[in-house]
């Protein structure tokens, strides 16, 4: 089953996002130094083009957590990927990367990259546990501040 319809994973659902999500989304990019800082119109657009993949994660009816990606032929990235301070740790991060990535499979993606700033080693921790590997280092990559960016690589199976 895809995510179209949402997916429960006990009182979690994850689920296409949808216009109306913006703000909240906004609110949650806003307290996440580690996150893309785009705006609220390049997110609503992001969801609607093709080949892309945007979801949020709600518990008991509050967005807490969200993920964008996109597809491109058999390869996607993880674009951006948030969730709200204090419900961090609880699982919503692990229930969106996993609805994304059982969508990109659903999507015949072979393999799937992301960036991370190299000082976000929770980050880069989190992705590991879930599969990822480190590919290498984009240098100069991030701004505000200057930082490098770890690339990493998981591939898709089955």
Same mark, same amino acid.
């Given at each position: ?62 967005? !807490? @957590? ?40 659903? !999507? ?49 199976? @089955?």
């Amino acid at each position: 089953m895809g995510v179209e319809g949402g997916k429960t994973r006990g009182a979690k659902s994850v689920r296409k996002f949808r216009a109306a999500d913006a703000d909240v989304v906004m609110a949650i990019v806003l307290e996440s130094p580690a996150a893309a800082l785009w705006t609220r119109e390049s997110y609503v657009k992001f969801a609607e083009e093709k080949g892309s993949l945007a979801l949020v994660i709600e518990t008991d009816g509050e967005i !807490r @957590g969200f993920l964008v990606g996109r597809r491109v032929e058999d390869q996607a990235e993880v674009l951006n990927l948030a969730v709200v301070s204090k419900h961090r740790r609880k699982g919503e991060g692990t229930a969106l990367l996993g609805a994304a990535m059982e969508e990109f499979g659903a !999507r015949a993606v072979k393999s799937v990259y992301l960036e991370v700033r190299e000082s976000n080693t929770g980050a880069i921790a989190f992705y590991e546990k879930h599969g990822f590997a480190k590919m290498g280092l984009r240098r100069g990559y991030y701004r505000e501040p200057d930082e490098a960016a770890v690339t990493m690589e998981k591939k898709l199976t @089955g």
